[in-house]
Nanobody, 129 residues
Framework: RCSCRRLGGGSVQPGGSLRLSCAPSGRSFSSATIGWFRQAPGKEREFVTAVNWGGGSTYYADSVKGRFTASRDFAKGTVYLQMNSLKPEDTAVYYC??????????????????????WGQGTLVTVSS
């Protein structure tokens, strides 16, 4: 299971920034793809970004491209989601999830939450003035 944490306060004004972290509980991420998803009130969960722990491309939803950045810290075994220029529509519960440790998720499937097997508990991000 992944452990998703919010670094800093959970409520921020529009234009502000927050950072989330995701670490595995137990073994390392190894070759897994780590994804971030979010679910806004009354809406279905949606893809935000995904990064391959072993390297390669990072993928972003169009709605966050240029504002959110996923990164890896090998020393800490942690994936971070830096969220800048936050908007009220970014308000949601954010989840990190990991695919199989044995192989990355293929590009065409990284946005498919069914491909992720270990999910964090979710953390609420509120963007409001």
């Amino acid at each position: 299971r992944c452990s998703c944490r919010r670094l800093g306060g959970g409520s921020v004004q529009p234009g502000g920034s927050l950072r989330l972290s995701c670490a595995p509980s137990g073994r390392s991420f190894s070759s897994a793809t780590i994804g971030w998803f979010r679910q806004a009130p009354g809406k279905e969960r949606e893809f935000v970004t995904a990064v391959n722990w072993g390297g390669g491309s990072t993928y972003y939803a169009d709605s966050v491209k240029g504002r959110f950045t996923a990164s890896r810290d090998f020393a800490k075994g942690t994936v971070y989601l830096q969220m800048n220029s936050l908007k009220p529509e970014d308000t949601a519960v954010y989840y990190c999830a990991a695919g199989s440790r044995n192989a990355r998720i293929i590009t065409s499937q990284v946005r498919n939450e069914a491909r992720y097997i270990d999910w964090g508990q979710g953390t609420l991000v509120t963007v409001s003035s």
